[in-house]
């Protein structure tokens, strides 16, 4: 390990030499940047339990000057630390980005379990973990589609009521789209999902979603025109809730807001095929709620994670069949 203040065996960072030729009043980038343009690596990792307070600043100079161990034992690859950091404060975490494989493998293990601020008794430890490029596929709304959710949320149901009265008789789960579950005058028993239409028909006369916005305006503008076009990913999963269920909820939320915006639902009449074109909303309730307001709210079918921490489309489990 090179002695206090020897620049000489410290690699050099890109852009870290100083810009002699930049234009009066222009600021340089710095590296930890929550968005620079040309940093992005395939080599990041995450890391939770991040203090809320915490700055860019104070991220750079920890992940910088921590060196894991393992680096020093192999001087034929040197530790290179991070190339970037990108802060979310509001959900307690930040991605680290690495510009090799061997930095990410020396960086996962060795910052888990370490407290961002030791001398700090209050500040958790860090959890960190490698972020696979398939993640997104695997969290929040992509981790809810095609894993049999309602049928295991039915069973649960079936198994709790056994526990409480073994003589209760068993939910039917019926598979055929003729059961005689199905109403006769319900809105459609076409299936865009894996779960059999007439099983969402028979136990989920009621069914919610959080749906995000980039901006308060746009949600502004959906309470005058009482319409709203969703993501195109959404667009199958919530046909088939307005089509197979009696009432579909709708919370929506602006991104950066720190609040909920108010509820709305999909009216009767107002669905359109597939949901591609904007789609009629009848709003329940306009106001703003607090996420700090909603903290011991947790939604099982995310990860029992808070309600907050929700992806545009995220389906929040129902407080009864």
């Not at 680096?71 to 307690?92: K, T, V, Y």
């Not at 198994?159 to 005058?185: I, M, R, T, V, Y």
């Not at 995000?212 to 502004?220: A, C, G, P, R, W």
Request: net charge positive; hydrophobic share 30%; with cysteine.
């Amino acid at each position: 390990m090179s002695a206090p203040g020897d620049e000489s065996s410290k690699p050099a960072r890109p852009n870290q030499s100083h810009q002699s030729h930049q234009h009066d009043g222009e600021r340089e980038r710095k590296e930890y940047h929550p968005q620079p343009p040309a940093r992005r690596s395939e080599w990041v990792m995450w890391v939770g339990n991040v203090p809320s307070n915490v700055s860019h600043e104070e991220l750079w100079r920890f992940f910088n000057t921590t060196t894991p161990p393992s680096a020093l034992s192999n001087p034929s690859e040197p530790w290179r630390g991070p190339s970037s950091i990108f802060l979310i404060s509001r959900s307690s975490c930040a991605f680290v980005n690495f510009s090799s494989q061997a930095d990410l493998d020396r960086a996962v293990p060795f910052f888990h379990g370490l407290s961002l601020r030791p001398w700090d008794p209050r500040c958790p430890r860090m959890v960190c973990r490698v972020r696979h490029k398939d993640d997104d596929l695997r969290a929040g709304v992509g981790a809810q589609r095609g894993v049999g959710m309602h049928r295991a949320w039915v069973e649960q149901q079936k198994q709790a009521e056994k526990n409480l009265s073994p003589k209760a008789p068993n939910l039917e789960l019926p598979d055929h789209p003729h059961s005689q579950s199905s109403s006769s005058n319900h809105k459609s028993s076409a299936s865009f999902a894996s779960t059999n239409s007439s099983f969402l028909v028979h136990h989920f006369p009621k069914r919610y979603f959080i749906l995000k916005s980039l901006t308060i305006s746009d949600l502004e503008e959906a309470v005058k025109t009482c319409q709203w076009k969703t993501q195109r990913h959404n667009q199958p999963i919530l046909d088939q809730a307005f089509r197979t269920s009696q009432e579909v909820y709708l919370i929506f939320g602006a991104n950066r807001s720190g609040e909920f915006f108010g509820y709305a639902k999909m009216p009767d009449d107002g669905g359109a095929d597939g949901l591609a074109a904007p789609f009629q909303l009848q709003w329940v309730k306009i106001a703003p709620l607090s996420f700090f307001r909603t903290r011991h709210l947790r939604n099982p079918w995310n990860g029992d994670r808070e309600v907050k921490v929700s992806r545009d489309g995220t389906e929040v489990e129902p407080s009864e069949s």
